[in-house]
């Protein structure tokens, strides 16, 4: 697909497929880019998404999605866990749990909230793919913040 004629609606449709198919799908998984980051990828035709970040418990990435070779799409993103109530592993399954929900909608900005056994995931979005910023946290009943993770992105253009 052309960079030109790639709409903010075809280019949210193909960033929730590629998602849904690496971090939570568990697929796409390639050799580092960088020193000691973890890379995932997905293609399409000639459009190619990655997911490149650092760290574990707290981590820092950047996803990016490219047409024809040249990028129009990036996301940052830095999450962490706040408390000792919860451990990486139990904040990424729910993490997943709520991605592969709010997925199945057909999107990937926030407006969402999802519980998972005893913990609650929300996701808090200011505007649309083409620039945006929110926040994701994970809270349990009594309201405790137990995980955060804040990002931005949108449109790339030359």
């Avoid at 035709?45 to 574990?56: A, E, H, I, P, W």
């Avoid at 990435?61 to 993103?77: F, R």
């Avoid at 929900?101 to 913990?119: A, N, P, Q």
């Amino acid at each position: 697909m052309d960079t030109l004629t790639l709409t903010a609606s075809a280019l949210e449709s193909f960033i929730v497929r590629a998602k849904s198919a690496t971090y939570v799908g568990g697929a796409g998984k390639i050799a580092p880019v960088r020193t000691a980051s973890h890379d995932l990828e997905y293609r399409e035709d000639d459009l190619v998404y990655r997911d490149s970040y650092f760290g574990g418990t707290d981590f820092l990435g950047q996803e990016t999605v490219h047409s024809a070779g040249h990028p129009v799409w990036g996301m940052n993103y830095y999450g962490y866990l706040l408390t000792d109530d919860i451990d990486a592993f139990t904040a990424g399954e729910t993490i997943k749990a709520a991605l592969t929900s709010l997925y199945g909608e057909g999107r990937f900005l926030g407006g969402f909230r999802h519980t998972v056994g005893e913990l609650t995931y929300v996701d808090e979005t200011v505007g649309e793919v083409s620039r945006f910023r929110g926040i994701e946290h994970i809270a349990t009943p009594d309201g405790t913040l137990v995980y955060e993770l804040r990002y931005h992105g949108g449109r790339i253009l030359d």
